[in-house]
């Protein structure tokens, strides 16, 4: 027997929709390329989304066409997002981070047939226009420099083709199932992998993420997501903010200290969101300048793991609550979320910063466990460390046409996150170690995040990494590569005293290396890989 | 093109699954019919339901038969929640306050097969019993005495039947739509109608009530609620603090105010959530033993309107932030939550209590529109008052077994709630009165409840009501009823230098009448059909 409640899909042009009709006076401000600041609202954007969608059905855009973007955290990529999916077509945001053969690739794979950019990525379109696929672009700003580029003679204008559109259109009604939009996750190896979201995962995600205990988004906040809306759609944050009708605003391409605290005070901005190395340098800019935050009350951290050293800095110096959050392109992201319990507050300051350093609990609609090499399922006791899986209505079944591809990620109705992780008895999760990081010493597992995150709270050190080097008789042993704070000498020998204090014996590194810099891929994150290459033949001290 | 997510039911049995998977250890504290305080866990109640699932199926219950209850909030009918909606079966909540007709009405038109109570409740179950309709009668506590009773000779003992079954019980899995569990609304005129929720209306639900701006349910708190669970599924809470792993507190029924007060105090309740009368006795209780709340945080007020002089009497005695909601059986029943904006930490006390009072923003998935006599849609402005009307996900398509009455509450997609309402450019509702109980002056409406609200705010006045009385000339004008607070004599003359500092003069009511009581519905409402039948020849000065 069925129940008798009104069936109403979930469809992403309904939280457009309710934005508009219910929150159309908040305000959404961004800031753009030239490095100005726009000024609109729920309601403006709502209108100019129907005229988007007007516009791009005069292009010929149909329901589960590709619209690809390559743009920043902006109100014109907002309204993308919300015109594209609410028009039945898929959204498919580019990392502008990609390597030109990267770019080929998605292109080329998701058959893109229209390309919007802004004025910042012109060579990327430029380049995107040589591979044939796209049949329209369009700037989203400063057209006529855009259109003086090979290949993009042609390029429309954004606000030119949106104002002369008509506002009037209806967002169709269909199959909640209906895909929304595509991310490729670019990982550090292999061809980039398309994940494509449904109308009915992204409208979960919207309402699990404004939970009390997920990121808690608030109509009562001010919210900046410095977390770019070409990364996994913003965590959600847009959707999200527009179904609560909170304040947006939207950082552009300024992503620097500076320009992010300026817009943080001019907006009161009071609930922040990005991965670490923003923090890192919204920390390092604000101590230069002899300044706090004063009106921020949260700020969400997650991509990559947080060391609890910027979780004490963001939470002694500067009085907002972290809230650490995990999750991957294949889950929308959203995983899980470390919030404290009542019983926590009896804690020393320590004792719960070790809690806060967990990526926390699982939120309702996502379920993980733990298996061994064996494929047995682990026991939650805080120690054992296995593969993490995880299933539920906003996690990936499959990759954007390798469906038929038997991937092992997907096995048995579970995605293996490819992390290695424990939890808790009160099911605090922590990634101990990406599978294919893990160091392997005599048959037993090094977490290389926990040596990154000793070698961090060091004085002097701005960056490590921890990779396995071949070792005749355990293996593997690991080597400790660290990056200097600016200005800094590192005394390694007072390092390695340090890491003492905090590691078991038989973790301890066989080497510490001094290098400059890191190697980043497209999201911000180490490739190890790329480390693991250039110490292949390192003599660790036998 | 659909997405690539997994397929992922919303079932309740998946929300106990994550209760016991990832917050096994919670506690769930409730106090048992003779007064003792029962303690379990989120684990425990998972056991116990699979338990209670494989004694219900032993006993014969199939998918899509009603399982009734006549119970208070307590472990008990915990379990009973998740075990009959989580096998498939339905669960029918029955209110203890129905009078014998109406029992009678209720159990023949589900067809109940099983009947579950309390002992408080046994008289009732025994005159269930009589209807021939119910196959099997199980008593939740006083077995003995329950079966000394006629017609209850072979009712079962629950905790007999749950200790004895296997805990060994895998949920089932099916279409979200399937039926979860049947309320009846007790409205006050006519036969009860029953609102037939769904697995997927319910899940949904209990994702928008754990978010910040609705009634922002977590782990990080304690939560009781009062309001019944044999009231529209305890407004969801039961599912929502599942689902985020949160201690739930159950009070039985003990709802005066010192059981609550002990309780609130033992356990260190910081959620409580239930109708304005409950906030009356606790306050009534307060003020005598002379003792104040101090781990209360938040209070969610619904049910019927809430007047201002309660929410500042908990605010600012008690220290605990209310959170006004409205909502109805037909709308699962959270549609709109009262939370302030940024921009109103600007005014003043007065103007800040007077949006508290309003009903609030609709929660993201509930749409509302007003309209006028002639059904044309009204504008927010705050000012104009018209029929409100709503829809959503989980909202109420047509009442059980009347799906083809053709019901004029159900059109164009619309749920016709039945209320005059205001909803201002912000778009905070308020109710202004029930469609049946505005009093029409001279083709104007006035509202009952503002007339309520302002005798009530006259220190002295327990509880009023404002009827309309037949009237030569206006058609009807206003006739105001007042209780007086106990020991208090009430200066009329006073209350009405009172009422005229309040409202605009024709809103004055024509005459005032001191009463001994209300008489309240079996949710506790005013039943102001009685009222009016009481003073339809009352001869109001002309």
Chains 1, 2 share one sequence.
Request: hydrophobic share 45%.
């Amino acid at each position: 027997m069925y129940g008798l409640m009104m069936d109403r899909p979930l469809l992403i042009s309904s939280i457009l929709d309710f934005a508009e009709r219910f929150h159309s006076a908040t305000e959404v401000i961004s800031r753009e390329v030239d490095g100005s600041i726009h000024r609109t609202t729920w309601g403006g954007i709502a209108r100019r989304a129907r005229q988007l969608a007007n516009a791009l059905a005069a292009l010929g855009v149909r329901a589960g066409d590709r619209v690809a973007t390559i743009a920043w955290n902006n109100h014109r990529h907002l309204e993308l997002y919300f015109a594209v999916s609410g028009m039945g077509a898929i959204l498919h945001t580019i990392n502008p981070r990609l390597s030109p053969e990267q770019l080929r690739y998605v292109v080329h794979h998701a058959e893109d047939t229209v390309l919007v950019f802004d004025s910042t990525f012109t060579k990327l379109a430029a380049l995107a226009a040589s591979f044939g696929v796209v049949k329209h672009f369009v700037a989203l700003s400063e057209h006529a420099a855009a259109s003086a580029e090979p290949g993009l003679a042609g390029a429309l204008d954004y606000d030119t083709i949106v104002q002369a559109a008509s506002a009037d259109y209806e967002w169709p009604t269909f199959d909640e199932r209906t895909a929304s939009s595509l991310c490729y996750t670019s990982g550090t190896s292999g061809d980039p992998k398309g994940v494509l979201y449904s109308h009915r995962s992204t409208v979960l995600h919207c309402y699990a993420v404004a939970q009390a205990d997920t990121l808690g988004l608030s109509a009562r906040d001010v919210t900046l997501p410095v977390v770019p809306m070409f990364h996994v759609n913003a965590w959600g944050v847009p959707y999200a903010i527009a179904s609560v009708g909170g304040k947006l605003v939207l950082p552009g391409p300024g992503l620097d200290g500076k320009s992010l605290l300026e817009l943080i005070e001019h907006e009161q901005v009071s609930c922040l969101l990005g991965v670490p190395t923003v923090w890192m340098n919204l920390l390092g800019h604000l101590h230069a300048v002899g300044k706090r935050l004063t009106t921020v009350q949260k700020i969400t951290i997650g991509g990559s793991a947080c060391p609890p050293s910027m979780i004490e800095a963001l939470e002694k110096e500067h009085g907002a609550r972290v809230i650490h959050a995990w999750g991957m392109t294949e889950t929308s992201p959203v995983g899980t979320v470390n919030m404290l319990l009542p019983k926590h507050a009896l804690l020393d300051d320590a004792a719960q910063l070790a809690i806060k350093a967990k990526q926390g609990r699982p939120v309702f609609g996502i379920e993980l466990r733990l298996i061994d090499e064996d494929g047995e399922v682990l026991p939650h006791d805080g120690q054992r460390s296995g593969h993490l899986q995880v299933r539920g209505p906003w996690v990936a079944s499959a990759y954007f046409r390798r469906e038929d591809a038997h991937d092992p990620a997907f096995t048995d109705g579970w995605f293996d996150t490819g992390d290695i992780a424990t939890i808790d008895p009160d099911s605090y999760m922590q990634i101990t170690d990406r599978a294919k990081d893990v160091i392997k010493s005599g048959g037993e597992w090094i977490s290389s995040i926990d040596l990154e995150n000793a070698a961090m709270s060091f004085p002097g050190v701005a960056q490590a990494a921890a990779i396995g080097v071949a070792h005749d008789k355990w293996q593997e042993r690991p080597l400790l590569l660290v990056v200097p704070a600016p200005g800094k000498t590192l005394a390694l020998e007072a390092l390695r005293q340090h890491l003492e204090t905090k590691l078991v014996k038989w973790w301890m590194p066989d080497a510490i290396e001094i290098i400059e810099a890191l190697p980043l891929g497209a999201t911000g994150k180490v490739l190890k890989r790329e480390l693991r290459k250039r110490f292949a033949s390192y003599q660790l001290p036998q």
